[in-house]
């Protein structure tokens, strides 16, 4: 699950992280207040504004109504409203967004920590996730940190490091001084870059996240760290353990068919392809999607229905997959091990019967737990759909239909 900027630092700073101080404001007027707040508590004069959507590169990126960038600074207590004016109600398109972008709701006012000073402050790049091949959690950083990381990767990948924790430990001191030594720090700045790094892991770790970036962690000039952004994904499977982080999901940010999904407890992703799949378990998906690649066509979307499917469920996924309009064909692949196969294709008949005037070639394999049965209940319906054995025969169904 992604959660906004402002999310994601409340919970850095709640297990130790500093943070670049700010407050959320969904008008212009908030916007105003919280500045006022924030140079009451802070005595900064200068404030940034910045645009709270789940896409990176906000920096980057443009408001199609204004052309405000994403993230602006407000030189001034009395800029900060107008400048918020021009984010709010728009639509920011980055690097990471449809063309269309992504309709801006709130923004998130926050203190100016590029005050000059004995030093010039520093930007680094540093992110915590999983390394599925060691499988071990890692951190990785680099000394080049700020909105052109993505070119230091390209292009100088030796400023790109990575350290890899043993869970059974956590981070080591010795790996505290690793990363602050490869990021050229030495002294007080070496020190607070090592506790930065422990409070980050702690959180990665006590808040079941599958990722943590922060981009920049900032060397003020009187060296503290701190995290100026940050981007959080949060597992999923370990919502259940944090009712406080769920609680903090923007559905509105998020594909309305994967969140109906989620709701009808379906797993779906969308995808860019012209037919669309439904199946029962994630490895039959990956190759359902692969026959339909090998058969000329596109998968539509990835959409699981779970072992437990009933024939409510998949008339409720029928329905999801026939919404999209680049859909040309169906393929449903059901394995009957614990869903029995006559339930599935009842959902299809029932489906079939409730939406009607279906136009998209619908074609059915269903093979295990009452598998004949299935097949007789869809013969005998009288319904337009081609019924295959073997995943080899619908894949040239799903051939002969898309050509």
């Not at 992110?127 to 990767?153: C, F, H, K, T």
């Not at 020190?191 to 409070?199: N, P």
């Not at 944090?242 to 109906?260: G, I, K």
């Amino acid at each position: 699950m992604n959660i906004h900027e402002y999310q994601g630092k409340s919970i850095l700073s709640s297990y130790g992280v500093a943070v670049q101080r700010g407050y959320v404001a969904s008008t212009p007027e908030e916007a105003h207040t919280a500045a006022v707040k924030l140079k009451e508590e802070t005595g900064t004069g200068w404030f940034v504004v910045k645009a709270q959507i789940h896409a990176g590169g906000r920096g980057k990126g443009t408001v199609t109504e204004t052309g405000s960038r994403g993230v602006v600074l407000a030189k001034g207590l009395d800029k900060v409203a107008d400048i918020a004016k021009d984010i709010l109600g728009g639509h920011l398109v980055t690097l990471q967004t449809k063309a269309e972008g992504k309709l801006v709701q709130k923004v998130y006012i926050a203190e100016d920590v590029y005050a000059p000073g004995a030093s010039e402050p520093r930007e680094f790049y540093m992110s915590v996730l999983l390394d599925r091949a060691l499988g071990r959690n890692v951190i990785v950083y680099s000394p080049d940190g700020g909105m052109n990381i993505e070119d230091v990767a390209h292009n100088t990948p030796e400023k790109i490091f990575k350290e890899v924790i043993d869970p059974m430990t956590g981070v080591n001191d010795f790996q505290c001084r690793k990363i602050a030594f490869n990021l050229g720090l030495s002294g007080a700045a070496m020190k607070e870059m090592g506790k930065f790094v422990k409070s980050l892991y702690a959180a990665y770790v006590g808040c079941d996240a599958a990722m943590f970036e922060i981009n920049p962690v900032l060397k003020t000039s009187d060296d503290r760290v701190i995290a100026v952004d940050a981007k959080v994904t949060l597992d999923g499977n370990g919502l259940f353990r944090h009712p406080d982080y769920a609680q903090m999901r923007d559905t509105t940010e998020e594909d309305p068919l994967e969140v109906e999904a989620s709701n009808a407890d379906l797993n779906y992703v969308k995808l860019e392809g012209n037919v669309g799949c439904m199946v029962n378990g994630a490895g039959l998906a990956m190759a359902t999607m692969d026959i339909i690649k090998y058969s000329g066509g596109e998968p539509a979307n990835f959409l699981d229905v779970g072992g437990t499917a009933d024939a409510k469920r998949v008339e409720t996924a029928f329905r999801m997959i026939l919404r999209d309009p680049s859909v040309k064909a169906i393929l449903v692949n059901i394995f009957g091990g614990i869903v029995r196969c006559d339930r599935v294709a009842q959902g299809i008949v029932d489906a079939y019967r409730n939406i009607g005037n279906i136009q998209v070639p619908i074609i059915v394999r269903l093979q295990g737990t009452n598998a004949v049965e299935a097949k007789k209940l869809i013969d005998e319906s009288g319904l337009e759909v081609h019924s295959a054995i073997t995943l080899q025969e619908a894949a040239d169904q799903v051939k002969k239909v898309l050509s």
